[in-house]
């Protein structure tokens, strides 16, 4: 098993610019969910889905879209990014229907936006 | 969801029990209290969970109080690979609350020789 998988590693975007982080988990896991988290700080949830079809905010949801077509994918769109989207972006999915329980965490993409 | 208060970091030496509080003075009936441990350019990783009384597996264990305002995780015998941010997580996590799942700035543990 991969676990969970992001692509790409890093990223560098000009202002305005949109694009799609990828996230794939092979776990048949229902649940999934995005997070992004700034320097010296915590996660902070921005969507998440609790299977193919289903998406709902998180905390910060903002400049961002996703859909969930499959099980496996889970894409984050930002549409026009801004300085404000740098950050680490970390994709997470679980078994179990308590986003706490278990969520096993990709390998996160680092972006900057100039 | 319960706000959660961590110390923002802490030292321990190498072969030494290192117990990191969080307070939670507002937990719910329905809230469970998670643990989870980062590595510097990695994603999270779950610990432990626990609801009431004690809870041990073989990485930690958890202590809750019968009153549940904090609990206290508990690493034994701590080596250089245990430096780590560890976020106190609580609530009942459901997915209808999901929008308020904060995991905070978490514990820096740094572990010495």
Redesign the interface.
Known sequence: NAG?TQTPKFQVLKTGQSMTLQCAQDMNHE?M?W?RQDP??????IH?S?GAGIT????VPNGYNVSRSTTEDFPLRLLSAAPSQTSVY?C?SSSV????????????TRLTVL | LAKTTQPISMDSYEGQEVNITCSHNNIATND?I?WYQQFP??????II?GYKTKVTNEVASLFIPADRKSSTLSLPRVSLSDTAVY?C?V?????SS?????????TRLSIRP
Do not use: C, H, N, W
């Open positions: 969970v649940y969910s997070y010296g700080m915590g996660l902070r949830l998440y609790v709902d905010q998180g905390e970390f997470a229907a308590r986003l706490g329980y278990e969520q096993f965490f990709g390998p996160g | 469970y998670t350019s990695q994603g999270p990783r779950f969970q976020y997580l609530g009942d996590m459901g997915y999901a929008s308020k799942i904060i995991f905070g700035s978490g």
